[in-house]
């Protein structure tokens, strides 16, 4: 068959046959699909096999595969604009959008990847502040940055690596651990650490241990922790972002970060990235303050094209984001009740157009250690049941689910009719 052939062949150039580690799926029985061509909410792969798409890229493509005028803003795009390494007007409409359009962005500055935007904005954060130490949430997942590589979620998670090889004890001393709504976790760092924090970072709705949204009071305290001690609140929405809402997470709490990440979503499935706030904050960045941050493809034209095709269509059809969160309730409610109905354990966490199914004996998932007691036995036969039956999902329990505007009614019909006969 060409899907295996072809990922063999991979494996001679690629190590493991892949760019990123979770596509190999290592902890699965199956091998990965080889996919040649996505058109709305569905994939195809190279032996011609059909899949619903639960997965939109790991969560960029929330307008389904290859929307039309995303299509169209790339084509248009590239018969005049690949690459200058200068200004264009396409990077000013993009920043102005997302400025003018979300209530805590006054200044932003386009990256590559949400890695960058990251390490970036932890960067300005160090510089604005002049502070070294960082706090970060077991469970969290924030990029590949060294310093971001301790208890860090999925990928690392489900491959049962504490951290990463190659990073040097120096480069995570600064990388403080709490526990993801454990809010006197933190009040114990910073009682021991006063004056030395410059940032906490946190995923406000995580995704990358399983979907995990914050408590309220959790996000608050953060907040007022930050301003007791002068250190900023970066929300990485490198996820969440257009997705759990068109204004993030931190609308959905009410709670206003310094700093925000994006990256997914607002390349429209380009290479794509952006970290932004306050004024003051943004000025410390080179070339106007001291703060260091360069990219030679930092605003590509046919990255900003794509991004803003997606933005503006999402901004202009609110009802799309009830489209999501109807769908998003009904795949909920129908897992709830499957589970229910065969006495299997199970814990759907949900905000909006992304969830995660837990399998656990538990209550509740709120935090990294619940998450861990997860059955992945089940998880993975589940997900090769699910595979097989034309429903594609992250292969690992500790990824989202994510839907795009695309998905029907009945392609959640479809999802729920083969996790019924997975009961059987
Ligand atoms: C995906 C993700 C990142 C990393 O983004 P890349 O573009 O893969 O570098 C960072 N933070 C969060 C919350 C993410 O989900």
């Not at 996000?219 to 068109?246: H, N, P, Q």
């Not at 709120?366 to 097989?388: I, P, Q, R, S, V």
Request: with cysteine; net charge negative; glycine share 10%.
């Amino acid at each position: 068959m060409r899907n295996d052939y072809i990922f063999e062949q991979s494996k001679k150039y690629m190590p493991g046959g892949v760019n990123s580690p979770v596509r190999a799926f290592k902890d699965v029985e199956v091998n990965p699909p080889v996919i040649k061509k996505g058109v709305g909410a569905k994939i195809y792969d190279e032996d011609g096999k059909e899949y619903i798409d639960f997965v939109g890229a790991w969560g960029p493509m929330i307008l389904g595969h290859c929307d039309e005028a995303v299509v169209k803003a790339i084509k248009e795009t590239s018969e005049n604009a690949i690459a200058f390494g200068a200004t264009t007007e396409l990077e000013l409409k993009l920043a102005k959008h997302i400025c003018t359009t979300l209530d805590n962005i006054e200044m932003i500055r386009m990256v590559n990847s949400g890695t960058e935007a990251t390490m970036s904005a932890v960067k300005l954060a160090r510089g604005y502040t002049g502070r070294d130490k960082i706090i970060k949430f077991s469970g969290c997942y924030h990029g590949h940055f060294e310093g971001f590589l301790v208890s860090a979620g999925s990928g690392l998670m489900t491959e049962g690596i504490p951290g990463s090889a190659g990073v040097p004890l120096e480069s995570i001393k600064n990388t403080l651990i709490a526990d993801y709504n454990d809010l006197q976790s933190v009040k114990n760092i910073f009682e021991k650490f006063e004056n030395d924090i410059a940032a906490i970072i946190v995923e406000p709705v995580a995704g990358n241990m399983g979907v995990i949204p914050a408590k309220f009071e959790f996000l608050k305290g953060l907040r007022d922790l930050c301003d007791e001690y002068k250190s900023l609140l970066i929300f990485d929405e490198v996820m969440s972002g257009f997705r759990v809402a068109y204004k993030g997470a931190q609308s959905l709490y009410g709670i206003k970060p310094d700093l925000t990440t994006f990256a997914k979503i607002m390349g429209g499935g380009l290479p794509s990235g952006a970290y932004g706030g306050r004024k003051e904050i943004m000025e410390k960045l080179s070339p106007l303050g001291p703060v260091y941050q360069a990219g030679t493809m930092s605003g590509n034209p046919i990255v900003m094209a794509a991004g803003l095709a997606t933005l503006e269509k999402l901004y202009n059809n609110p009802d799309l984001y009830k489209h999501l969160e109807a769908l998003g309730q009904k795949l909920e409610e129908g897992l709830k009740e499957i589970a229910k109905a065969n006495n299997i354990p199970l814990v759907v966490n949900r905000c909006g157009a992304m969830l995660t199914a837990f399998f656990t004996k538990e209550d509740k998932v709120e935090n990294y250690e619940d998450a861990k007691k997860c059955d992945t036995g089940m998880f993975n036969k589940f997900f090769t049941h699910l595979l097989k039956n034309g429903i594609y999902i992250a292969p690992s329990q500790f990824e989202a689910i994510f839907l795009s505007v695309k998905h029907s009614s009945e392609d959640i019909d479809k999802f729920l009719e083969v996790a019924r006969a997975f009961t059987k």
